[in-house]
């Protein structure tokens, strides 16, 4: 009986590998370097409304869910959805494809990174280092945006390869 999704290839792998390693690796830093210069209070202002101010988020992705339990469902989840799309997707088959998976497990997995290893409560209970604040919506980090925008690749070249075998 034929495989119906043939192994991923070996240089697909690598393009979300480096992808996820280099998402973990700015969002760990940016976090990091937030964690020391912001924890003052201190605010920088970068353009018209974006400014860099340090919180510590307990819920789940943007702050939303913060009086919940949904932020460490959510980082396992996303984990799961990233091994789902590298085991049995075909979207790991193209560049961008891979590239946005890649970019998926890199936040995702520092996002775990935070509720694993900073103060909070419970299993994966720390709080999330977020900095990025437009003030027009709710304040991230690098593995959010890394997540928002692999999601949005995914779907956008989703629709692509859909409309093209049609």
């Known amino acids: 009986m034929a495989d119906v999704h043939p192994a991923l290839p070996r240089r697909q792998l690598v393009v979300v590998g480096a992808c996820a390693a280099i998402t973990l690796l700015a969002d760990q830093l940016t976090k990091w370097w937030a964690s020391d210069h912001l924890a003052d209070g201190h605010v920088d202002r970068i353009v018209g409304s974006l400014r860099l101010r340090l919180a510590h ?45 890649g970019l998926i497990a890199g936040g995702a997995v520092g996002n775990i990174i935070d509720r694993a290893f900073r103060a909070g409560s419970g299993f994966l209970g720390g709080h999330v280092v977020d900095f990025i604040d437009p003030q027009w919506w709710p304040t991230f980090n690098v593995a959010d945006a890394g997540v928002v925008v692999g999601a949005a690749l995914l779907i956008i070249f989703g629709f692509r390869a859909t409309a093209s075998h049609d």
């Open 57 to 101: 988020n307990p819920g789940a992705a943007f702050s939303l869910g913060s009086g919940s339990n949904l932020g460490p469902l959510i980082a396992v989840l996303a984990v799961v959805v990233v091994v789902v799309l590298i085991v049995g997707g075909t979207t790991t088959r193209t560049r961008m494809g891979a590239v946005a998976v």
